[in-house]
């Protein structure tokens, strides 16, 4: 039995967490509706509501909000999508294939994630800069460049967390499968990968959000302020003589991770899940 | 409908285990035949040969008048049974046994048809929409037939498909599987470690040990004449009694006794094991001449209603042959549990059945004895 006792402390405990976590996110929302447009003047309890802060956001000719936006969904997007892609066919590789190096390369995909991508930026940028006097396209300052290096980026992780989940699935299946008829790309998009989604599905999620609060790579890569992410954007914002305008930075700020905050919001039971339970149930 | 031929098939596994070793055998079209074997003797590395899902590493196997060494499996034209049975979790009960034909690009009609007759046929039309994980473990096993059965293939292959269930329906989906295949005459070759599964379902028996083909024969023909040793052992509940001695004068002398032998045995054919199936002996009506039987001491009777099983022990130490140890070992035990004497079980007539802690006489039908060779275990 717990006591009320402890009940009643244990609410109060959970109140002032929730209070701790929600009290920025109350300030710069209601600062984002805010008519006094500035720090000093800000406070909890707005002094009145105007959407005016987030109109502005889209009609000032100085600050593209509405490319950056765009870029960062077309950025994340296509880069988690494409992470996705190569981790789940690395994995089902590393889970299913028999080929001379494959503990070595599972070792090697491990052994190069836990060096932080930003120790090569420069060899990035420069890698990026020749790969740009070859094909324009994949060079700096282009999202398919950026894409590229995005791509290189996340995917061992995934691979050994994917290979894991893969590894749950019994051999079994793909036995069956190749005995039904099933080559084995068939065997990978009929039988692996729908059993693999749980965990595909988290490591969208994980993936495009990371990508789309990713600041250093950007910054590095990226240097016209059209081709910005909203990351960028954002700092940029709050670097100019935007930084005053602390309404509109607040709006774009509230635009720029509502989204994620939503999809975090209705996907938070399939995350726990997806990472926790294995492929094949009961 | 083919036949299976095995032709000097040997299998080595790429870390050099050695499973199989010249193989050599056919199963005739429409056949049931049944490989069983101690576990680890390689009979799911057989069947999986025939399957396509482990190289042929030596020899070849010839499904109907092809040599399938080099065909995929999906081109072999058989279907297999899992022991886990490896339904697909994420497809329903209809998709899984409709999986295999869309692959092979059937109609939608001809798909509805076959599945909705298997379905019949294995009694689970009502479950066809459920999944896997919402259906028992019997039911599981009938989808898994009914996904094999769909296919028409010509050549079923089953890797224990029924060792997953509990005893009680695990007898009743054997008779079902017999009259399934009385029913369709597929080629079947069923893998299985139990004795008497294998009696009851194949129309011939291959009894396997350390990936050696031992015989192949109809259950009773195996029974009756075990080629060696180990098969006489293996095939049979309870197990063959084997007694140690030597055959001498129209006599077998074990050390404790003698009893007479009728069939022209090379006398000096050296030391001998003697097999006694429980069911030959007898509980004599009156006083019995010794050399006519067994010096008994008897221990735990069981009543099983039809017979009792009579376990006794004779004043000889136990003989231990490599088989015999491998026998053993097979059935959980171990040499070192043998004690001084040779333990014994005898079949008798429940209302004659003598009581725990007697000591008597117990008959032999010495003429259906077996003799097997101490060195090879071979049939004498
Ligand atoms: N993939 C493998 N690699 C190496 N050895 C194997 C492999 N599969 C089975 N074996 C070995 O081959 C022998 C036969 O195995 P198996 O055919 O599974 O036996 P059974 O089905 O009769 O129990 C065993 O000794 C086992 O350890
Ligand atoms: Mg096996």
């Known amino acids: 039995m717990i006591s009320r006792r402890s009940v009643t402390l244990r609410h109060i405990g959970l109140w002032i967490g929730i209070f701790f976590a929600l009290y920025p996110v109350v300030w710069i929302i209601s600062a984002s509706v805010n008519p006094v447009d500035n720090l000093a003047a800000s406070r909890l309890i707005p002094e009145g509501l105007t959407l005016d802060n987030y109109r502005g956001l889209f009609d000032d000719p100085l600050v593209p909000f509405r490319d950056w936006l765009i870029n960062s969904w077309k950025i994340s997007l296509a880069g988690a999508i494409g992470n996705l892609a190569l981790a789940a066919l690395a994995a089902y590789s590393f889970s299913r294939l028999r080929f001379r190096g494959r503990r070595a390369g599972l070792l090697g995909l491990l052994l190069v994630q836990v060096f932080p991508q930003f120790l090569g930026f420069i060899a990035i940028f420069f890698t990026l800069q020749a790969i740009g006097e070859v094909a324009p396209g994949f060079g700096l300052d282009t999202h398919a460049g950026l894409l590229l290096v995005y791509l290189g980026g996340a995917i061992g992780f995934n691979t050994y967390l994917i290979k894991g989940f893969m590894d749950t699935v019994p051999i079994s299946l793909d036995e069956a499968a190749k005995v039904d008829g099933a080559s084995p790309a068939l065997i990978f998009w009929r039988v692996i990968l729908p059993l693999t989604r749980p965990v595909l599905g988290v490591i969208f999620i994980i993936t495009f959000v990371g990508l789309y609060g990713e600041l250093l790579l950007a910054s590095v890569l990226l240097r016209s302020a059209e081709n910005f992410t909203l990351a960028m954007g954002l700092q940029q914002f709050s670097l100019s003589e935007y930084a005053a305008k602390w309404g509109a930075l607040s709006a774009a700020a509230i635009l720029g991770s509502a989204p994620i905050v939503a999809t975090f919001l209705v996907a938070q039971k399939q995350i726990v899940g997806g990472l926790t339970q294995g492929g094949v149930k009961g | ?380």
């Open chain 2, 1 to 380: 409908m083919a036949e299976i031929h095995f032709d000097g098939v040997g299998k080595i596994y790429p870390g050099g285990t050695r499973a199989i070793t010249d193989v050599s055998f056919e199963i005739h079209d429409g056949e049931f035949v049944v490989l069983v074997g101690p576990s680890g003797c390689g009979k799911s590395t057989l069947l999986r040969m025939v399957a396509g899902l482990e190289e042929i590493t030596e020899g070849e196997i010839r499904i109907g008048d092809r040599v399938v060494n080099d065909v995929p499996p999906k081109d072999r034209d058989i279907a297999m049974v899992f022991q886990n049975y490896a339904l697909y979790p994420h497809m329903t009960v209809y998709d899984n046994m409709a999986f295999g034909l869309k692959l092979r690009k059937f109609s939608k009609d001809e798909i509805e048809r076959r599945v909705q007759e298997a379905a019949r046929v294995l009694e689970i039309t009502e479950y066809l929409q459920r999944k896997p994980k919402a259906l028992s473990g019997g039911q599981r096993q009938r989808v898994a037939m009914g996904r094999a059965i769909v296919r028409e293939p010509s050549a079923f292959l089953m890797d224990e498909p029924l060792s997953n269930l509990d005893a009680k329906l695990r007898v009743q989906m054997r008779s079902e599987l017999g009259l399934l295949h009385a029913r369709l005459k597929t080629t079947t070759m069923y893998v299985t470690h139990d004795q008497v599964e294998a009696m009851t379902l194949g129309d011939r028996v291959a009894v396997i040990r350390k990936g050696v083909l031992q015989q192949v024969d109809a259950p009773q023909e195996l029974y009756k004449n075990p080629a060696n040793l180990f098969v006489a052992g293996f095939i049979g509940s309870p197990a063959m009694n084997f007694i140690g001695g030597s055959v001498s004068g129209g006599h077998f002398d074990y050390g404790a006794g003698k009893l007479p032998v009728t069939r022209d045995i090379a006398a000096g054919s050296g030391r001998v094991v003697a097999g006694i199936r429980p069911e030959h002996f007898f509980v004599p009506e009156g006083e019995l001449h010794p050399d006519q039987g067994m010096e008994a001491e008897v221990g735990l009777v069981e009543q099983l209603g039809s017979d009792a099983l009579v376990h006794f022990e004779i004043d000889v130490a136990p003989v231990l042959t490599p088989d015999i140890r491998e026998l053993l070992e097979d059935a959980g035990e171990d040499a070192s549990s043998l004690g001084e004497k040779t333990k014994m079980v005898a079949r008798v007539d429940p209302l004659a059945a003598p009581r725990p802690g007697d000591r008597m006489v117990l008959g032999v039908e010495s003429d259906k004895m077996h003799f097997f060779s101490e060195d090879t275990g071979e049939v004498i």
